[in-house]
């Protein structure tokens, strides 16, 4: 007598087999929200001050010294021309919730409080908003004619000095590398994706950005410094024509005074000959390539001359440090 068997039910579209299957249900794939603040976040500020995240140390956090990052700078410069109280904190793009530095978190007003962080797109408003000064508003036109300058040429320089010269790869490990990783693997990689990024980010801006592609990443390094050098002679020609000393003949600072110290404070500061006696002539620049330097002999002394003004503004001889020539 034959028997019959029950049919076994089809098999399902695509069904993970069952090792993998128990191995899903141990670990379950889970979409994350966005970044929570840094856990130090909510203590920090307990006191009476808002608190700034920049890239930092710990030291100079503490000491209230520039950031090595002209991003975070230029608003730790502003903040402070408006007269903004605030203490300062080292943290990563990885911590903030915006993904990027700056960012601040306002004090809080009651133990039970939380406040939201401001990202850096609205620290100029927030600046104003609480400030005890108000900086002079630069017209729209004039300030991107200009910020321009500090966007692509100058900046690039940055990028290739930093980020792409071997003579500084000790200080893009010091403020980038080491603090991310104990690992001499990861380290390596990061250093290696940075410098990517730099490249990519230099071809996509500088000169034939439009025509260079991930397939013939080349970077023309005399064009980069080049166009630094015009765009430095450029913005020094801008501030002689000012009898304030500052851009746009402002009787104060703006917020492009704080954008042009950003990247020439780190310029005289970590890429620069001790001195900076450098003959003023074609071939010595692209010998040099210290971008301090080029700060120095753009025009007749204007830029540097402006550096020192606004660094004694904002971070007095008498605050009892010695904060330019301190090293991060």
């Not at 408003?125 to 910020?147: C, F, H, I, M, W």
């Not at 390596?188 to 500088?206: D, F, M, N, P, S």
């Not at 080349?218 to 913005?235: G, H, K, P, S």
């Not at 104060?252 to 704080?258: E, G, K, S």
Request: glycine share 6%; with cysteine; proline share 8%.
């Amino acid at each position: 007598m034959a028997t019959t068997t029950a049919a076994a039910p089809p098999r399902k579209w695509m069904q993970v087999p069952r090792p993998l299957q128990k191995l899903f249900d141990t670990f379950p794939l889970l979409a994350y929200d966005v970044n929570a603040l840094p856990a130090r976040a909510q203590s920090a500020t307990s006191g009476d001050l808002p608190t700034l995240y920049v890239f930092s140390t710990d030291e100079d956090a503490l000491l209230g010294a520039p950031s090595f990052n002209p991003s975070c700078l230029k608003w730790q410069a502003f903040l402070k021309l408006a007269g903004v109280k605030f203490q300062i904190l080292p943290s990563t793009n990885h911590a903030s919730p915006t993904g990027a530095l700056p960012f601040i978190l306002p004090k809080r007003l009651a133990p039970t409080d939380a406040p939201s962080p401001i990202p850096s797109s609205q620290l100029h408003d927030y600046a104003l908003k609480y400030g005890t000064s108000n900086p002079p508003e630069v017209s729209a036109l004039r300030l991107d004619a200009y910020q321009a300058l500090l966007d692509v040429p100058i900046r690039n320089a940055w990028l290739q000095a930093l980020y792409r010269d071997p003579e500084y790869t000790d200080l893009l490990d010091r403020f980038y590398i080491t603090p991310a990783s104990s690992s001499f693997w990861v380290r390596g990689a990061l250093r290696h994706q940075l410098r990517r990024a730099a490249e990519v980010e230099i071809l996509k801006t500088g000169p034939g950005g439009a025509a260079s592609t991930a397939l013939s990443l080349l970077v023309d390094e005399d064009a980069v410094y080049r166009a630094a050098v015009n765009a430095f002679e450029a913005l020094a020609t801008l501030l002689s024509e000012s009898k304030t000393g500052w851009f746009f003949g402002a009787e104060t600072p703006t917020i492009f005074d704080a954008s042009v110290f950003a990247y020439t404070h780190l310029m005289l500061q970590y890429i620069s000959d001790a001195k900076g006696e450098v003959e003023k002539d074609e071939g010595s620049i692209f010998r040099s390539r210290r971008l301090g330097n080029l700060v120095r002999r753009a025009g007749s002394g204007e830029l540097e001359k402006h550096h020192s003004r606004l660094f004694e503004l904002l971070w007095p001889a008498d605050s009892g440090a010695d904060l330019f020539n301190h090293k991060a």
